[in-house]
């Protein structure tokens, strides 16, 4: 039985879940270990404060409760993500090194393309189920997740104007297949995800309501943030000198 408690532990009553911190060693380290070598990196730049405040962010999904709520709601482990993925990759990627015009058109696609694919990926049933019987399938998912997302970020709000169509292009396509997988859970008439069927009663959600609130934390808010960025493009794109191609 030990072998299939999740990694957050047991699915959490409402009375215990602020008690209920990820106090991993190894987590605590690692993170320690990323997040102190990268705002090194860029400690004299204005955008320290904007880096320690992703990994701030991402360490609080991993330790505050949100952990052990995502085990007993398929809503909180979509909060978690979308908190990584929306919040902290974002603010991450933003002191990650400019990369030059060469290939920038295939480094979008190629991100693009590899966030599209794990983000289905780890939401469809039998991967999803996964995580919760195997800590290395659990963190398989969040590596993936976050670091392809930090990647397709870096690629979108980093972008030089002459790679502004590709980063527009990029921005766009990301936002209508996150919206679409989020409508796709928040309107299907059956509960997919059997791990939640019997966690979710004690926080006053039938296994359906709490898919259908997790799918709308994706759709709306994945929409939103990735057409801003979009628009974001657009402007340099009108703002670029006449004449100028895209590389």
């Given at each position: 039985?030990h072998?299939?408690?999740?990694?957050?532990?047991?699915p959490p009553?409402?009375?215990?879940?602020?008690?209920r911190f990820?106090l991993?060693?190894?987590?605590?380290g690692?993170?320690?270990?990323?997040?102190?070598?990268?705002?090194r990196?860029v400690w004299?730049?204005?955008?320290a404060?904007?880096?320690?405040s992703?990994?701030?962010?991402?360490?609080?999904?991993?330790?505050?409760?949100?952990?052990?709520?995502s085990?007993?709601?398929?809503?909180?482990?979509?909060?978690?993500?979308?908190?990584?993925?929306?919040?902290?990759?974002?603010?991450?990627?933003?002191?990650?090194?400019r990369?030059?015009?060469?290939g920038?058109?295939?480094?979008?696609?190629?991100?693009?393309?590899?966030?599209f694919?794990?983000?289905?990926?780890?939401?469809?049933?039998?991967?999803?189920?996964?995580?919760?019987?195997?800590?290395?399938?659990?963190?398989?998912?969040?590596?993936?997740?976050?670091?392809?997302?930090?990647?397709?970020?870096?690629?979108?709000l980093?972008?030089?104007?002459?790679?502004?169509?590709?980063?527009?292009?990029?921005?766009?396509?990301?936002?209508m297949?996150?919206?679409?997988?989020?409508?796709?859970?928040?309107?299907?008439?059956?509960?997919?995800?059997?791990?939640?069927l019997?966690?979710?009663?004690?926080?006053?959600?039938?296994p359906?309501?709490?898919?259908?609130?997790g799918?709308?934390?994706?759709?709306?808010?994945?929409?939103?943030?990735?057409?801003?960025?979009?628009?974001?493009?657009?402007?340099?794109?009108w703002?670029?000198?006449a004449g100028?191609?895209?590389?």
């Open positions: 039985m072998a299939l408690i999740p990694y957050c532990g047991v009553l409402p009375s215990d879940i602020l008690a990820n991993d060693p190894v987590l605590i690692i993170l320690l270990i990323l997040a102190g070598m990268h705002v990196s004299r730049s204005p955008l404060g904007a880096v320690a992703g990994w701030l962010i991402a360490a609080a999904a991993f330790i505050s409760p949100l952990c052990a709520l085990v007993a709601l398929f809503s909180a482990r979509i909060g978690q993500h979308m908190v990584l993925i929306l919040i902290a990759a974002p603010l991450i990627a933003l002191g990650l090194p990369r030059g015009s060469n920038g058109r295939w480094r979008s696609w190629t991100a693009a393309g590899a966030f694919g794990l983000l289905w990926f780890w939401h469809m049933p039998l991967p999803y189920e996964a995580t919760f019987t195997s800590t290395p399938v659990y963190w398989s998912m969040h590596a993936t997740l976050f670091g392809s997302a930090i990647l397709l970020w870096r690629e979108i980093l972008h030089s104007s002459e790679q502004a169509f590709e980063s527009l292009a990029v921005g766009v396509l990301s936002s297949q996150m919206g679409l997988l989020g409508a796709i859970l928040a309107l299907a008439g059956h509960p997919l995800f059997a791990a939640h019997l966690t979710t009663q004690a926080w006053g959600f039938t359906l309501e709490d898919q259908q609130l799918g709308a934390l994706m759709w709306v808010p994945g929409i939103v943030l990735f057409l801003w960025t979009s628009l974001r493009s657009l402007q340099r794109v703002s670029r000198p100028a191609r895209p590389a």
